[in-house]
């Protein structure tokens, strides 16, 4: 089953990904041990949840563009694309104060630019991927 061992593929991709991200951002931070057990465990409870709030952000927009010429229920989906921004918003506070009581002003600000660079990066290496490998598009679900 080709399908299914490319999902599981993905996976394995992406969690890979995750463990060089973090290994790289924690020797950025300059943690020391028992911070970057905590500081770990932490951070991917938060990429956990962001990861399912993003992906209901995504159905959202999709059932959107889906009833957007037969405007059935956009009212009700309009406030659910914007509940799921909120939700988005709450937890990314929540989880920069939660990091206030493990880490300083300095990393918390380090962590939040690491973090954009190392996406934008990713991005870019995903979109000349694509370029090159016009057919396939690897990390759609």
Do not use: H, W
């Not at 490319?6 to 996976?11: F, K, L, V």
């Not at 959202?60 to 939700?87: A, F, H, P």
């Not at 300095?106 to 090159?132: P, S």
């Amino acid at each position: 089953m080709v399908f299914g061992s490319s999902a599981i593929a993905q996976d394995d991709f992406r969690e890979k990904l995750q463990e060089i991200k973090l290994e790289k951002l924690t020797a950025k931070l300059e943690l020391d041990e028992n911070t970057k057990t905590v500081f770990i465990e932490k951070y991917k409870l938060f990429t956990s949840e962001m990861k399912t709030l993003n992906k209901k952000r995504a159905k959202t927009y999709k059932l959107m563009t889906e009833n957007i010429e037969s405007g059935n229920g956009l009212d009700s989906i309009v406030d659910q694309l914007l509940d799921c921004e909120e939700q988005i918003n709450a937890k990314r506070e929540a989880f920069v104060d939660d990091m206030k009581t493990i880490l300083s002003a300095r990393q918390i600000a380090r962590m939040i630019i690491f973090e954009r660079k190392f996406n934008n990066e990713l991005k870019k290496l995903l979109k000349q991927y694509q370029k090159d490998n016009k057919t396939e598009k690897p990390f759609k679900d």
